[in-house]
């Protein structure tokens, strides 16, 4: 079975300017998560979608950051515009209700 | 209060050892538990599901105590291997199993 799905793996931009992360998810999986993880943190929680539907999105930066999941599959995190402190890996994630996540292998966010 | 507590760390001890992790939660409506297995520069991975009576894999033992709100987990003769940041998550029914992490608490195994 395909794991999720991540591109780019590497992206370095410079602040102002915008970016864009892709994912697919497994398949069947209605849950999608995309988290930011800065260094020697644990993951935090930007969006979770159910299908094509957000469920939250408390700590999404909504002023730079948007999230969609068109037809309830794959998502895309966009940051426009970015800042330093957005340097980080923005892993998205997948599941069936209830359970636990599979997490792609992460994008790594440098702003410089 | 954070939804989620874990000790950092770093854990550090001799191969064959024991080693115990807790990890405490804020919500008591929580539902689901989660123990995850982080190496560094890599995706966090599913070690193990928490269940209301426990659960072993191998040399992992987890365990939820609902009453304190924390999950533990346990590794019994500690390898080389282990050594990794070990991540809790916890999802409840109450905001449609959004899934919480702790900040991690990292193990290093020594020879």
């Known amino acids: 079975e395909a794991g999720v799905a991540q591109s780019p793996r590497y992206k370095i931009i410079e602040k102002r300017q915008s970016v864009a992360f892709w994912c697919n998810p497994i398949?069947?999986?209605?849950?999608l998560y995309w988290y930011q993880q800065i260094l020697g943190q644990g993951p935090k929680l930007l969006i979770q979608f159910q299908n094509n539907g957000v469920v939250d999105d408390s700590q999404l930066p909504k002023d730079r950051f948007s999230a969609e999941r068109l037809k309830g599959v794959d998502s895309t995190l966009k940051i426009q515009p970015a800042k330093l402190e957005d340097s980080a890996v923005y892993l998205c994630?997948?599941?069936?209700?209830?359970?636990?996540?599979?997490f792609g292998q992460g994008t790594r966010l440098t702003v410089v | 209060r954070k939804e989620v507590e874990q000790d950092p760390g770093p854990f550090n001890v001799p191969e064959g050892a024991t080693v115990a992790f807790n990890c405490t939660y804020s919500?008591?409506?929580?539902?689901?538990f989660f123990w995850y297995r982080q190496d560094c520069r890599k995706e966090p991975k599913l070690l193990m599901s928490?269940?209301?009576s426990g659960n072993e894999d191998g040399r992992f033992t987890a365990q939820l105590n609902r009453a304190s709100q924390y999950i533990s987990l346990l590794i019994r003769d500690s390898k080389l291997s282990d050594s990794a940041t070990y991540l809790c998550a916890v999802t409840d029914l109450d905001s449609s199993y959004k899934l919480i992490f702790g900040s991690g608490t990292r193990l290093l195994v020594r020879p």
């Open positions: 928490v269940y209301s």
């Open positions: 398949s069947g999986h209605a849950t």
């Open positions: 919500n008591s409506a929580s539902q689901s």
């Open positions: 994630a997948s599941t069936l209700v209830g359970r636990g996540a599979f």
